[in-house]
Structure formats: C-alpha cells, structure tokens
C-alpha cells in the first residue's frame, strides 16, 4: 500500500452537511459581492452573465424552496436534461440545497437513452427544453415557464441534511451494458477537499476556467463545487467550441488554473498560436478524464512555460491520484495519492492485502473515503462486486513504483475512454448489432495515434448486401449519443474468440493499430 496509513486520514464532514450549502453558504455571508460564476456565451464578452456569490446563493435558495412548493419530496430524483447554460448549474444546486436528489443528464442523449435514465432512476421530474418532444409516462416535466416560477420563488433555507444522505446521481457505462446509476452523498463536496493542494493548489484568489459543459460531473466539480467551496472565481463558456476561443479567454479574464482534458490540450498547441497571446496569470493546467501523455506534456510546457497537473479518477469517487504544485511531475504517471487518501494495489483475483510496490494489480481505494460512492443504483450485485474488505475495487490496473507514483496500466474490464467518457463496448455492440445488415459486431478502443485512441467498430456483415462505413456511421448516431459512436468501422470475416465464446477484443487492437504501442 501507498502510505502507512490504512483507512482515509483527512478530517471527516461533520454529521449534518448539505453540499449546496458548503459551496455557496460562507462566502455568500463574508464576500456576498465578490464574483463567483461568469458565465460566457460569446467570446468577445458581448454576452456575458455575471453572478455575486450573494446572488448565487440566493438563486439556488430559490430554486430548492420553489421544487418543494411544487410537490417534490427530499430524496426524489430529478433529472435534468437542458442546454449549456446557467439554469443547469442552478437546478443541480437548488435540488442539493433541498435535499432532492439531481441527475445531471447530456442533451447528447438519445430518446431511448434518456428513456432508459428515467424510468431507471424513477425520476418525480425531468427538466426539459419545450420543444423536446417525449413520453415521460407518469414523470412530471419542468418546462421553461416552471423553471422561470423557481427562479422568483421565495428563497428557503438549506436542508439540514446528513452528510451520509443521498446528494446526487450520475450514470456511468458498465460491463453489463447499460448505464449504471452511481449514487454519491452530500459528504462527496467535502470528500474532494484532498484535491485543494493535491491537485489544484486553489485558494480565492484563483480564477478557474473550465472546458466542459455543466452537464458533465467534471465541469460541476472542478468547475463549479471546488471553486465555488474555496470562495473562488468560475469561468464557464457555452458557445460555439472553436478550439481558439480558448487561450482568448484564459486572457480576457486572467484566468489562473484551466481544466480541460488532455485532447483539448492537444487541439490548442496544434491550431493556436499561445505566443499571440498573454496567459501570464495562469498558473497551470489541469487534466483529468484520459491518460495524459508524455509527449503532449511536454509539449505544453516547452510552449508555455507553465505546468500541467494530471488526476486520475473515476465517477464513484471522483479523482484520488494526482500530481501537484507541491510534487515533482513524473511523465506517464498520474500522481501519488492525494493527501488523506488511503489507496492500494490488491490482487487481481481475491484478497484484500496491499500489493508490495512494482506489482500489478487493481487499484482500489478505502472505503472510509468521504468522496466514495454511497452505492451502484438499484444494482446490489454489482455493488458487492466491487466491494472487497474494506476496499472499493473499480477494475483499474495499476502499480505502485518505489516512490509512491502511480503507474495506470488500463481496465480490467473492457470499459473504453472516449474523450473523457467511459463507454460500455457491450452497450455500443448492443445497439449496432440491431442493424438488419450485421451479422456480428465487437467495439473496442483502437490506437490511431501515440497518444490518441478512438472507439472502433469491427463487424461482420450479415450477407452480400451493399454496407459501407457511412451506413454505421449514420445508425450509430440515431441510436447512440455522439461521444459512444464509433470513428473507424472496419469490416471483419470473423471476429476472433476465444474457446468459451468470448470477443478478444485485445487481439483486435494488437491486429488493426494503426499505431504500434
């Protein structure tokens, strides 16, 4: 094990803790003018809204008063399903600070996807743009002029939640095939303060720009709720993504940290010219969401001079290794523990005693980590999966070498990272395999480049039939949301197996590359 210490050595929350109120409450209270969200929709700053953290509090307050006079109960879900814009942000606070439980959900979605979530969840409401045209059975629909009423309710007071009550709910592809509901407490706010130093090196001084859209749990994390609980300032832009809209706004705004993941790196040094531009206030980058690199890393800080701190995390319990401020980068790896965290590499196959440093084996970290997972939604069997001892096992390969850095060495599982998601390759064979024209079909990743890998497609047709790429290509994006949708689709005789019947999918990957590893 990382560490002398088993179990998480950080302070724990205290017994009555509601997330939206930690984030907003105290600097509401001692700097309610300060600026705590701007939210960008046009790069020049034509339209911008501004938010005080006086004027955040009090919209959330609103909100959370104004879903309880609705109807709505603590502890009922409510799914949200909206466009890029600040009404997001505020609707997964306002269920927070009334303690009713938020589903942040993509637009990228498609109907049957969306469908699924719903009736999965048992959601008592889902807010949706009008023109969304769907059957939502018995579940009642928060329209724009029902999100307009909240926003001029009477502002409540916060829930006196238990730090252990439900706070949110996200869904994550499994190895079943269908999106699993990861169910995190209020105390998941308080279990990412590892990451102030470890990670960040954030104080309120610190303007953070973030690359993601609020529906992902990276931009309401990083983004919003660390920012936010340090008394921070959050830059989030919802226009249109020209990857040059980047560094203009690192300048306008002076901003001090930028989080993004490791291909919008990628994309900035290719089609920005960094030295037209003044980025003297940044500090550093921050990535997380796939694998950073050694190439691109240093790239990054030979054109700007700055660092870039990588995290490696997972939805049920956010990031846990990182590199930092206070720490030396090693390239290829992603950090050490973060402070207070108790993490360990066990056995592949059973046990539950710490592997020695050198040794492979499945990242696991302590149970007694606020930032773990309260469970797998409705899944029992799969939560006692990943249940060993007193260790969370999430299926990451891994070692530990002699100075405590972390070596990421891929998933057990077959679960692929397209572009910061984790996508099922059983849900993407699942809804191909429906096309009249495939006879067969494996999904896996497939490495292009030497530090880029896209979702790939091998399938077989089903007969003679006239079946081009364009055709997948075309079916997958009615069926799936655009991130799951394959980039190469590449026609196979055969899909190779093994003698149980089992895709390899490995074999695939080592015999269509088309970069040598």
Known sequence: MNGSTIGFSGEQPPQRFNMARYCLAHAAQTMPEKIGLVVVHDPEGAETEVWTYKALDLAVRRVGAGLLAMGLHPGDRLMIRLPNTSTYALLFFGALAAGIVPLPASTQLTQEEAEFLRADCGAAAIALPDQ?????????????????????????????????????LVYTSGTSGSPKGVLHAHRAAWGRRPMYGGWYGMSAEDVVLHAGAFNWTYTLGV?????????????????????????????????TLFAAVPSLYRQILKYCDLRTHDLSTLRHG????????PSLLAQWQATTGKELY???????CSTYISTG???????GSPGKPQPGRS???????????????????????????????????NRPEEDEAVRRGNWFVGGDLARFDGDGYLWYEGRADDVMNAMGYRVSPQEVEAALSAHPGILDVAVCELKVKADLSVI????????????????ISTYAQTHLAAYKCPRE?????????????????????????KHSV
């Not at 724009?144 to 001029?152: G, M, Q, R, S, T």
């Not at 921050?286 to 690199?293: P, V």
């Not at 990588?310 to 049920?316: D, R």
């Not at 790939?456 to 055709?471: H, Q, S, Y």
């Open 132 to 168: 969304t045209q769907t059957d939502l059975g018995n579940t009642r629909r928060l329209s724009e002029h029902d999100i307009a009423a909240l926003l001029a309710h009477a502002p409540g007071p916060y829930a006196e939640t238990a730090a252990d009550q439900p706070g949110y």
């Open 223 to 255: 983004g919003l709720t660390d920012p936010w609980a340090n008394g921070a300032t959050a830059i989030v832009y919802t226009g249109e993504k020209d990857v040059t809209v980047w560094p203009r706004l690192m300048e306008r705004y002076k901003a």
């Open 286 to 293: 921050l990535t997380a969401g796939e694998a950073l690199s």
């Open 310 to 316: 990588e995290a490696l995390g997972m939805s049920e």
């Open 325 to 331: 401020p206070s720490m030396k980068v090693r390239a």
């Open 343 to 377: 993490v360990a590499i066990l056995p592949l196959e059973a046990g539950d005693q710490p592997l020695p440093s050198g040794e492979t084996g499945l990242l696991a970290v302590h149970r007694t980590d606020p930032a773990l997972m309260l469970s797998y939604w």
């Open 456 to 471: 790939a497609a091998f399938v077989v047709k089903k007969g003679p039939e006239e079946l081009t790429p364009e055709d």
């Open 489 to 513: 689709v590449i026609f196979i005789e055969a899909l190779p197996r093994s003698a149980n019947g089992k895709i390899l999918r490995r074999e695939l990957q080592r015999r269509y590359a």
